[in-house]
């Protein structure tokens, strides 16, 4: 295997042959077959790997010189610590979990210059970053897509940009919130890894400086050059000109549209001319064929009188590929052009007759392609493109193959003919004569281009695609790629003037997958991850194109994706995200944090996110989605908070801690100890316009699952049971309005307290016999209630799962709760609490023994049976019962539970270390 590079202490100022001497070193470790085995290695040959990579700081592969940059980073930042009389005991580091608006930030021009299918704002992940860590610290990005945490990384050390956030600096380099210290001013250094090599190439050009005004000319001279050459195949005719005196517009986009026939009659229609209402800007599901009047439409309901229009296509032959293809018939529609010094009214030109000759303003204006414009198009088709340009197949995959029934196969089928004649110019003529960063600026300028000039833009969507989608529309947009360009260029030289505080030795960047990071086990100080989630997006195929440009590809066997045709499932889903939040955990310090922004789509999924980090060893402390109306942030109580952006704070536990957890075996001591340790990285309760938070992760029920998972994650047995736990947790901690604190944290408590009208009530869902416990809790802390009281708001809040087999209101109340002479239910005293709590279990537990001497699927059960009695199955080490019942309950069960999920997970894992044991219970 590779030796780590341990760099001079010094890095020098980057220059060519500096790189050359890295690129070589490079080149070495690409020749070892060892190397490119390791998870996520690039599909690329070794040229064209070298040819994207700037060791040794960013390589388009596993980057084998990442441990020698961080041994040097970490050297400088304990000098830097020494410099800010920064505690030198980082034991005592400490910070309560935070959570920001993740979307702030979104009309920034850093933000907007590259397009990618999900990214977190620069300005919403310092807010984080200062909030965690300190000047010199080293942050994680493990999904970097971008590189937004790199640059946030590096502008907390730009007082304008901190400032911009609403902070304010103060003298001494504090940066405050109000009269708050919340952080100090200093940049940070970024650890940025990702699958995709299109990702990381971008990431590394948002995190390198450049000399603004060189590359500016040599762009806009490159620029006016490809217009020079290929300018001509976006001219046309301005019409209802004298003969004399006729003008050329320049052409803004062409549309296209599809042809489709009448499968009654044959006759061949224009999507466009019979599905599009131009005067309204609106398109019909259904319209009568031109020809016979048949009622049609794409997509026909069933069962009525309307038909489904088939397709129309042609053969032509495609020099790339040298053989013909077939492929849908689109036509050109629309032209949008400009005329230089143009004005007067759609369908006229001042130089026109009977108009000024005197100099007006540019002018838009839209026509149907006449003789020219299809002699133009013609003549394109004719004609070979002088450069190279990608023709490779689209891979397999659910979303990369969807337009192979349309003929368009191969990466240049994705474009029209002049618009990949264009590019290709562009990007061959990316600057030669000048530092080889330079070119991958260049490049990575047009790499945005490629996406947006292709056949996915809509003429419906303001000229846009479908979000991460390849989806391609009956009507599309053709734009202009020089007029794109200086667009884009414009938005580059923003980022570029925007990047003051960027330094080339400030981020280094691997292409791989996380489950194998090149560093030492306790080495960083924060991560930072919006993973990829589930099924949502496809982002290897989706990132092709751009790929194909590079001649980088990822490799997709570890993508942490849901894909039938990668077939992972949401098993293979979990376990690479497992592996992914494994290194994390192995590389961040103890007693740090992680931060997990996740948009939630499925319940299973973000179960299988829970279990994974559970399983990697960090523990969740916080769970917060940001409330859009308000622009505050709300706990998440329920696993049934879909569609939402999730903010998961995670943290591993400290080292000191851990040491005694081990040390004690799993005794009941541990536990508490355990709970102990929690409770200190929980939030505090807020305080705001009188009203106290209520933290829910600080509620009994809560805690016991928090150290349950703790044991079971762990392999160990749960030493105490839910009666005891709820009993001793009342003896060790303060109570207070149904939270749980160290009593150091209760004084803290007391205070805001007081200060406070009320303890704000969250809303909380019935969805199974566990959440109705909890949601009787709660009704009856504030008053005794009669069955008759209750009932009715029960049967409102009640959401209950099809299998869940949930006992009647008046079973949860006589099992849990005591009756007064008056019928009205109460809480009980902690005393009694812990006895109903063991007869509930027994009960429990005998309705479990039933489930195991039936047979077959259970269709319906209960659920709160089932979670006891694989407790005490795991606390019995009966692990095959575990997977015995697990096999009989519907999927959607495990996926929905993550309680549930965490049993069968776990004994599955112990039970193919452990011969098959009697059942005892």
Known sequence: MHQPHILPEAQPERNEDERRRWLEKLRLHLQDPEFRRIAGFPKASDEAILALSDPPYYTACPNPFMDGVISQWQQERSELRKQLALDG??????????????????????????SYHTKVPHKAIMRYIL?????????????CGTGMTGVAAQLCGDKRAVQELGYRVDEQGVIREGNEAVSRLGARKAVLIDLSPAATFIAYNYNTPVDTRAFEREARRILQEAERECGWMYETWHPHCDAADRVKGKINYTVWSDVFLCPECGGEMTFWDVAVDHENGKVSKEWNCPHCRTRLSKNPPKGGDVKRVERAFETKFDRALGKSVRQAKQVPVLINYTVSGGGGTADSHPRAAGYPRGRTKSKRYEKRPDAFDLALLQKIADNDIPYSFPTVRMPEGDESRRNDEIGLTHVHHFYTRRNLWALAGMWNNAPKSYSALWKDVFQSLVVTLTSKLTRFNMRNRGNGPVSGTLYIASMIAEENPFIKFARKLKDFLQIVNHKTQISYEGSVLSTNSSSTIFLSENSLDYIFV?????????????????????????????EAVINKTQRKGLAEYQALMEACFGEFYRVLKPGRWMTVEFHNSQNAVWNAIQEALLRAGFMVADVRTLDKKQGTFKQVTTTSAVKQDLIISAYKPAAEFERRFLAQGGSADAAWDFIRQHLEQLPMPALKDGVVEFIEERASYLLYDRMVAFHVQRGLAVPLSAAEFYAGLRERFAERDGMFFTFLQSAEYDRRRLQAERV???????????????WLRRELQREPQTYQELHPRFIRELHQAVYEAMPELKTILEENFLQDERGRWYLPDPGRESDLQALREKSLLREFGLYLKGRGKLKSFRLEAVRAGFSRAWKDRQYETILEVAARLPERALEDDPQLLMYVDNARLRAAAQPKQERLI
């Open 760 to 774: 704000e009530q969250l809303a909380l869902f019935v969805s199974d016999e566990k959440s109705a416990v909890q």
């Open 89 to 114: 005991d980082e034991t005592a580091y400490h910070r309560q979990p935070f959570a920001a608006d993740v979307s702030e930030g979104k009309n920034d021009p850093i933000y907007n210059a590259h």
């Open 131 to 143: 909030h965690y860590t300190d000047p010199g610290d080293i942050v994680l990005d493990g999904f």
């Open 530 to 558: 919006d993973p990829p989630f589930g099924a949502n997006l496809m982002y290897s195929e989706l990132n092709f194109l751009w790929e194909a440009w590079l001649g980088v590809f990822t490799n997709n066997e570890p």
